[in-house]
């Protein structure tokens, strides 16, 4: 399958291992992986601060670039469920009807990584292999928005090595949530205490989740509290084999 790939801000300019990892997946899985050099931000952010006109543009960008693909990766629930639910909303608001008529031709195709290879591809054993102690963070977009349930885990548990235990209040909201944790760093910070507390309580040594907002919100707590709890986004996970 050809299969487009929207990389997202955050793996562009300060998580790249994460994009790197979803493209060694598929590519391993058999997949061809094309990359739209002109691709830019899902416009996410400037939505959820209420920017909207300024992210019309964005959307417009989005819908131009990806629409000559029958497939589109995103490895993020949070920018798939902004393409998928905001993009239309925003385009029609401003009176772009035809806009929001691409949009949602083009949203339609466009899927979080596990939704990808659990609905599309089909596949739960990705042929992964990595001997940690791991739980899963369910992000809000990814359980609200997007709405991938237990897709993740589903591939987690096929991983050989794996050891996958469960995060207690898991559902609950790291307090990232973009400009949230600026905008409201107090409730951001404590937030962030209470899901530390149960990640660490698991015993894990790695926490994962599908995007690479909360996992460098989560990531920065725990590594300031000297935790030994590392990070790593659910694609490098699938990504691992024995031999890489």
């Known amino acids: ?108 195709r466009t899927y979080e990584l596990s939704e990808l290879l659990i609905d599309v591809l089909q596949i739960e054993d990705v042929g992964a292999y990595y001997p940690h102690r791991v739980t899963y963070h369910p992000t809000c977009h990814s359980l609200r928005m997007t709405r991938v349930g237990d897709k993740p885990l589903r591939l987690l548990r096929r991983v050989r090595g794996l050891d996958l235990v469960e995060l207690p209040a898991a559902e609950q909201c790291c307090g990232f949530g973009g400009t949230f944790a600026i905008k409201n760093a107090e409730t951001s910070t404590a937030m962030l205490a209470d899901k530390m507390t149960n990640i660490v309580s698991t015993g894990a040594d790695v926490c994962t989740a599908g995007d690479s907002s909360c996992l460098m919100h989560i990531g920065g707590g725990l590594s300031r509290l000297r935790t030994g709890v590392r990070t790593v986004h659910l694609a490098e996970i699938l990504a691992s084999t024995e031999y890489a």
């Open 1 to 108: 399958m050809r299969i487009a790939f929207f990389a997202t801000c955050l793996a562009d300019t300060l998580f790249p291992e994460a994009a790197k990892a979803t493209v060694r997946l598929l590519e391993r899985l058999g997949h061809e992986v094309v990359f739209p050099f002109e691709q830019t931000c899902c416009g996410q952010m400037h939505i959820n601060t209420g920017y909207q006109k300024e992210a019309l543009p964005l959307v417009r960008r989005y819908a131009s670039v990806f629409d000559r693909y029958d497939v589109i990766v995103v490895p993020s629930g949070s920018c798939a469920g902004s393409i998928r639910h905001q993009h239309g909303i925003v385009a029609a608001t401003h009176g772009e009807a035809g806009l929001a008529a691409r949009s949602a031709s083009v949203a339609a």
